[in-house]
């Protein structure tokens, strides 16, 4: 692709943007819901274009994590398409009066949503996203230029192809949602600087990725959203608890920037507790690296036991490992969070109230946990629909970004021929 086609590109998006921003609720829904229903009837056409992807994927030596979260499988499609659904359901964020009051000389004046215009979206290996931010881009109002990686380009094209009919047969400009195919990195930086087209650009993927979109884009960016997850069991916390909490945030999907990467337990509950956490771990495959003192009260011949290194303090695993380190109070679980968090998600297990009130207070994270998986740390949990991104921005949007933050507003004054006399 040459600058002058991802130009046209661009201002193709722009111009449909225009469009779809003034469309009613039950027309983007007439859309959304001809995505759904061509999803399902195109599962394995999706499939086979996925496992070309899984294919090269695996040929190029990439981990776990990554194929894990490359892989479509006919669930997988299934929740895309009921996903979309929910995101029908979901109120129309565009439109909302968010003020309204009557100055001097019965003005009225309203504060009310409007679209941001045209999202940029770059994205590694989840090529579910494809249709989550398509979907969320046009239940809001705003067009989306999406770059996913080089590894899911088959599923990503066959997915755009989906999203282009289905917008077709609704009668709709397809220019709404556009795929950028060419994998050249090159690209990618002239995307960055497209700030004349693009209203904000949403890096998802790793810490290397959200820097560089951060460093490199001409517009407003998300520029959070690293998972360092943690979990501090208190000397008041509920064992069993305790124990399916913290399988549950680490096992039930390792590759996720929300699942559980270090473990903080109370020194005072650390015998009593650890050898009951470790089973269930070691048994779902996941390699534990402890700090000293934990590491002496386990089986050291266990090869999925390890003793930590300061690497393993900070580190988004992404993957069947976690650290685990023992602490003597909350204070010291607290500063343990503020010096290797990511202000992702953190979570405490306690049944002390005063106890989670000071951890609630002083975890300055988007999103904190009392007593539940970090993994709830979700737009779809959240009844957001689906989400766009999760950010760890503190201006702005925080948290799982759904529909309301791709709105912006505009002030709309009402008069009767008034002048303003200085």
Known sequence: METKDLIKLASNTKIASRKLSVLTDSEKNSILTNISKNLLKNIDIILKSNSKDIKNAKASGKDYAFIDRLTLTEKKIKNMAFAIQNIIELENPVGQIIEEKTLKEEMNLKKITVPLGVLGVIYESRPEITTDIGCLGIKSGNAVILKGGKESINTNIVLEQI??????????????????????????????????????????????????????????????????????????????????????????????????????????????????????????????????????????????????????????????????????????AIAHI??????????????????????????????????????????????????????????GARGPMGLKDLCSYKWVLKGNGNIRIR
Request: one cysteine or more; proline letters at 1%.
């Open 163 to 332: 999203i282009k009919q289905s917008i077709t047969e609704s009668g709709y400009d397809e220019n709404i949602i556009n795929l950028i195919k060419s994998t050249d990195r090159k690209i990618t930086s002239e995307f960055l600087s497209l700030n004349k087209y693009i209203d904000l650009m949403i890096p998802r993927g790793g810490e290397s990725l959200v820097n560089m979109v951060g460093e490199q884009a001409k517009m407003p960016a998300i520029t959070g959203g690293v998972g360092v997850s943690h979990i501090y069991i208190d000397e008041y916390a509920d064992i069993e608890k305790a124990i399916n909490i913290t399988h549950n945030s680490k096992v039930s999907k390792p590759s996720v920037c929300n699942a559980l990467d270090t473990l903080l337990i109370n020194t005072s509950i650390l015998k009593e507790v650890i050898h009951k956490l470790i089973k269930n771990l070691i048994e779902a495959n996941v390699e534990i690296r402890c700090d000293k003192k934990t590491y002496k009260l386990l089986d050291q011949n266990n090869n999925k036991v390890l003793l930590a290194n300061e690497n393993d303090w900070g580190t988004e695993f992404l993957d069947y490992k976690m650290s685990i380190k023992c602490v003597d109070s909350i204070d010291e």
């Open 338 to 395: 503020e010096l290797y968090g990511s202000g992702h998600t953190d979570a405490i297990i306690s049944e002390s109230e005063d106890r989670i009130n000071k951890f609630v207070t002083n975890i300055d994270s988007a999103a904190v946990m009392i007593n539940a998986s970090t993994q709830f740390n979700d737009g779809g949990e959240f009844g957001m629909g689906a989400e766009v991104a999760v950010s760890t921005n503190k201006y």
